[in-house]
């Protein structure tokens, strides 16, 4: 079965990085492309970031870009996102998502990690 594992979340300071890595299982993971979303606390989730099945292609949400980078390594079924200069506003659990390429919306989601930055 399909599995999206996610890691690397945890406590960082403002200014500060954390890299989130995304694992994945039980899919042709390179004909499959992923993004990133994250939930706030009481707040809707939102998209973070997307990266295309052959990684040539990225998008940001305005609150990423400059910030943050999302790479992919297809032979090890892995997406990343690193996270650069982070604020508190960032705090949320992250979630890892695919899609298939001829698809619109993503439809497979990991469990999330949660990223707490302290002021």
């Known amino acids: 079965q399909v599995q999206l594992v996610e890691s690397g979340g945890g406590l960082a300071q403002a200014g500060g990085s954390l890299r989130l890595s995304c694992a994945a299982s039980g899919l042709t993971f390179s004909i499959y492309d992923m993004g990133w979303f994250r939930r706030a606390p009481g707040k809707e989730r939102e998209f973070v970031g997307g990266i295309s099945w052959s990684g040539t292609s990225t998008s940001y949400s305005d609150s990423a870009k400059g910030r943050f980078t999302i790479s992919r390594d297809n032979a090890k079924n892995a997406v990343y996102l690193q996270m650069n200069s982070l604020k508190p506003e960032d705090t949320a659990v992250y979630y890892c998502?695919?899609?298939?390429?001829?698809?619109?919306?993503?439809?497979?989601w990991g469990q999330g990690t949660q990223v707490t930055v302290s002021s």
């Open positions: 998502a695919a899609r298939s390429r001829d698809q619109v919306h993503y439809d497979l």
